[in-house]
């Protein structure tokens, strides 16, 4: 079956740098996704990773090894309003996403 | 740019109503537009792909008599829930695909049904 994998939970304080994994295993690939949502809300797109190697946008940056399955997503200098659940999401060989598990991140002051 | 809208953004109906939920691409044009569902505290299940023109395709477990999906044009994608019951309340988003690697979400319609 098709699958991605995420730890559940990760716990930071404010100003801390936290990776957060995804593994995958899935029927083609083209690329791996990363999405934020806020309790109550709809998921807002951060990253897209078509090929291997680590994209930068601000504070967040994302990584992928195609031949490891394996992505992450970096966050830098966290934020409160960082707190919420993060979701890795490949797009697979039949045209379409498929999302990992979820982790709920939570920042500390 | 890439918005989305959906319409109505909650929904409270009785058993055995239906539901229509909207889905609009306001700046682009979307041949394709996915539905899906999450459940409390669960991460989002693909239910199907709804192609401008075509019928839609359903993932594997998805009543494709209770969830009927309309893709009339490039910009509006119409999902019903037909006799909707309690285990049907959950919020279901949309999202609408600009290009082949990229999907922008929907607000997002939390349905409950008494």
């Known amino acids: 079956g098709q699958s991605l994998e995420q730890p559940s939970e990760v716990t930071a304080v404010e100003g801390a740098i936290v990776q957060i994994n995804c593994t995958y295993q899935?029927?083609?690939?083209?690329?791996l996704s990363w999405y934020q949502q806020h309790d109550g809300g709809a998921p807002t797109f951060l990253s897209y990773n078509a090929l291997d190697g680590l994209e930068e946008t601000g504070r967040f940056s994302s990584f992928l090894s195609r031949s490891d399955s394996y992505g992450y997503l970096l966050l830098q200098e966290l934020q409160m309003k960082d707190s919420a659940s993060y979701f890795c999401?490949?797009?697979?060989?039949?045209?379409?996403?498929?999302f990992g598990t979820g982790t709920r991140l939570k920042v500390l002051a | 740019g890439a918005v989305v809208s959906q319409h109505p953004s909650w929904v409270i109906c009785k058993s055995g109503t239906s539901v229509k939920i909207e889905c609009r691409s306001l700046d682009f044009q979307a041949t394709t537009m996915f539905w899906y569902r999450q459940f409390p505290k669960q991460s989002l299940m693909l239910m199907a792909t709804s192609n401008e023109g075509s019928k839609a395709t359903y993932e594997q477990g998805v009543e494709k008599d209770k969830f009927l999906i309309n893709h009339a044009s490039l910009t509006l994608s119409t999902l019903t829930v037909t006799s909707a019951h309690p285990e049907d309340s959950s919020f279901y988003i949309c999202?609408?695909?600009?290009?082949?690697?990229?999907?922008?979400f929907g607000p997002g319609t939390r349905l409950t049904v008494l």
């Open positions: 999401a490949a797009y697979s060989g039949t045209y379409k996403y498929i």
């Open positions: 999202s609408a695909r600009p290009l082949a690697d990229t999907q922008y």
């Open positions: 899935t029927s083609g690939f083209y690329g």
